[in-house]
């Protein structure tokens, strides 16, 4: 069984930073790509940044140039940094992995969620 978690979501004024973190825990053999997503109130989650295997990062363009996905594999973990947040960045993000564990002898590869975390910027 895996598991995501995130943590470092809070509440920050418009312009300030926050540092999300997601660590997967489990039988995991290796991890693929790895992003983070969002979902405001009354709207559909979207796509925030995602980051291959081999550190090949894209992001939405609305937070080009002042969000930065990163990941550990040693600590089979995944960061975003935010920076310059606003008000329309409130939101809760969510940690998205495909994950590879090896069972019997078998790879299989399946996609995992976190919980989410909740992210407020306003003043």
């Known amino acids: 069984q895996v598991q995501l978690v995130e943590s470092g979501g809070g509440l920050v004024q418009p312009g300030g930073s926050l540092r999300l973190s997601c660590a997967a825990s489990?039988?995991?053999?290796?991890?693929?790509?790895m992003a983070w997503y969002r979902q405001a109130p009354g709207k559909q989650r979207e796509l925030v940044a995602r980051?291959?295997?081999?550190?090949?990062?894209n992001y939405a363009d609305s937070v080009k140039g002042r969000f930065t996905i990163s990941r550990d594999d040693a600590k089979n973990t995944v960061y975003l940094q935010m920076n310059s947040l606003k008000p329309e960045d409130t939101a809760v993000y969510y940690c998205?992995?495909?994950?590879?564990?090896?069972?019997?002898?078998?790879?299989?590869?399946?996609?995992?969620w976190g919980q989410g975390t909740q992210v407020t910027v306003s003043s």
């Open positions: 998205n992995a495909d994950v590879q564990t090896r069972e019997s002898g078998i790879h299989y590869v399946r996609n995992y």
């Open positions: 980051i291959t295997s081999s550190g090949s990062a």
């Open positions: 489990g039988s995991i053999f290796s991890m693929s790509a």
